[in-house]
């Protein structure tokens, strides 16, 4: 074994250092001091490191500091490790459990006989915060079976016993444990070098949670919190939170009476409506746009017999979330609502013969949908059991996958910046578990790389998460207020074609099969408007808004003239609406800017003798008095769907 190691730096700079070397020694002989004192952690190609472990091995060295989100995960493990700590110092008896970070931040369970109250949690967070001052060091350690088990059971932690336990039945050789000031937890780490790294810890609630989710096990007290590098980010994200909860869909939805759901109709929206103008927009501005470059628009049968999901593979893999239907005839529950567009599709086109010159053909349905969620997981319009997609898949020859997928991206580039919406692509390759040969993926990858690269659009690749039919590219979208949602997606798809032996006749009259291409821009309309309405907090741009307009008049002198008014902006396509009640103006007012309108219109007698209206945008703003011609013309322009 030689002593010398070759370690690559992520720009591909090969470095030679002495076998046993630690990562932080390497970093600050190799790299540079600025990044050795930023320096959280490392990953030796796959492997997490703390900055203490030695270099045992050569390969690719990536360095994370408090820049990268890694980073930001790690001191939210590293803040959980310190919150159990003082708790069990506070609170003495109270065993641990587990404490992952999660999204945004982490949580720890412990086995308490009383819930912490609100004065604990201001407890924990000063203790926990005095803890980071201390700026203890992470230490790490491994164990054996014996030497784990008798150490946590002498400290008479009944629940890490059986956890560990549980962790040699797996076959681990041995236990790591991290310890920081007296205090000792077992995981696999890694951990930041002291908890000084951390940055500020804000304690955010409790609540009650079985040990291992199983409501026989006795009952866990979960404290969740979140750590930041410092106190000013952990304030803009208390605030983002909070704009998030002023944002939620759910509140706005019932407040501008988008949409309402009842208990006999679980998991399926109620379009009031004002939320079916909004609906409506959407899916005819989708159906223009798809229609305009060169798809075609089927509806296809909601309700199949089983031939049609065994065909598909569903029945066998997808019935528990299919609702089943009785056949009229055989009495049998031979028949399902489906669940997706793409069998019905396949079918249609395995109807029909089709040669080269017809492809690619591109089907699109926005047909309703149906899956059987459990209606615990019901919440909002983001989990549904009924809703509909922007649904299309293109039937079309291997040499034609590039400019199709060219195609798509340029459609969902215009979509997502008329919305505002920043986004960005991830490309799953192969997973082990798949069909077709290794040529065949070879091709399809590069298909969809090349045409991804051709956009120049930034992307991740996600190695192994493709699907097992095929290679796909999803689309993430950034809102108004920073969060990502997953939208589009495009997917190649080998199997299909096969189940349905689907074919076109080729230039050299022989049969081929053609590729599947499954993709969608809005994704459900459902999760789609409910993004939406938070994105814009309901304030939605004038080509969206289900009202784009109100009249309101000074006093019944002037209702005519608010008719007149209302009239000429309808008859120009406008979604206009009239408050000719004998309410005071600044009460008509102050309901307009709850219904977010973006117009709001004000007639007296000045306006009614020059033909003019007095425009207020929503928010306040005074637009000055446009006679009505000119107002008219303006909200045509902008009521125009923008792609
Ligand atoms: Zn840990
Ligand atoms: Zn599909």
Known sequence: MSDELTITLPDGTPKKVARGTSVADFIRMQIGTGLAKAALYAKLDDEELDLTRPLERGGALKVFTNKSPEG???????????????????????????????EDGFYYDFYKETPFTPDDLARIETAANEEIKRDQAFVRRELSKDEAISFFQNKGEKFKVEIVEDIFAKGARTLTVYRHGDWTDFCLGPHAPSTGRIGFIKILSSSGAHWRGDPRNPMLQRVY??????????????????????????????????????????????????????????????????????????????????????????????????????????????????????????????????????????????????????SG??????????????????????????????????????????????????????????????????????????????????????????????????????DSIGRKWQLGTIQLDYLAPERFDLTYVGDDNREHRPVVIHRAIYGSFERFIAILVEHYAGAFPVWLAPVQATVLTLSEKYVDYGRAVLGRLTDAGARVELDESADKLGAKIRNAEIMKIPYLLVVGEKEASAQTVAVRGHGGKDLGTLPLEAFTKQLSAEGNIPF
């Not at 340029?410 to 919305?419: D, H, N, P, T």
Request: charged letters at 25%; one cysteine or more.
């Open 225 to 374: 919190g979140t750590a930041f590098f410092s106190k000013a980010e952990l304030e803009a994200h208390l605030a983002r939170l909070e704009e998030a909860k002023k944002r939620d869909h759910r509140k706005l939805g019932k407040d501008l009476g988008l949409f309402t759901f009842h208990p006999f109709a679980p998991g399926a929206a109620f379009w009031e409506p004002k939320g079916t103008t909004l609906y409506t927009v959407l899916s005819n501005a989708m159906r223009r746009l798809l229609l305009k470059n060169g798809y075609v628009e089927i509806k296809t049968p909601l309700l199949f017999n089983r031939g049609l999901w065994e065909k598909s593979g569903h029945w066998g893999k997808y019935k528990e979330n299919m609702f089943l239907v009785e056949d009229s005839d055989t009495k049998e529950h031979d028949f399902s609502l489906k669940p997706m567009n793409c069998p019905s599709h396949h079918l249609y086109y395995s109807m029909k013969k089709y040669s080269y010159r017809d492809l690619p053909l591109r089907f699109h349905s926005q047909d309703v949908l149906h899956r059987n969620e459990s």
């Open 377 to 478: 997981t019901l919440g909002g319009l983001t989990r549904v059991r009924q809703f509909a997609q922007d649904d299309a898949h293109i039937y079309a020859a291997e040499s034609q996958i590039t400019d199709e997928v060219k195609r798509f991206v340029g459609l969902l580039e215009v979509i997502y910046k008329a919305f505002g919406l920043t986004y960005s692509a991830k490309f799953s390759t192969r997973p082990n578990a798949r069909l077709g040969d290794d040529a065949q993926w070879d091709r399809s990858e590069a298909a969809l790389k090349t045409a991804l690269e051709a956009t120049g659009l930034a992307y991740e690749i996600k190695p192994g998460e493709g699907a097992f039919y095929g290679p796909k590219i999803d689309f993430d979208v950034g």
């Open 72 to 102: 930001l995960d790690l001191i939210r493990h590293d803040a959980a490790h310190v919150v159990a700590s003082v708790v069990q110092r506070l609170f003495l008896g109270t065993q641990v459990t587990i404490g992952p970070s999660i």
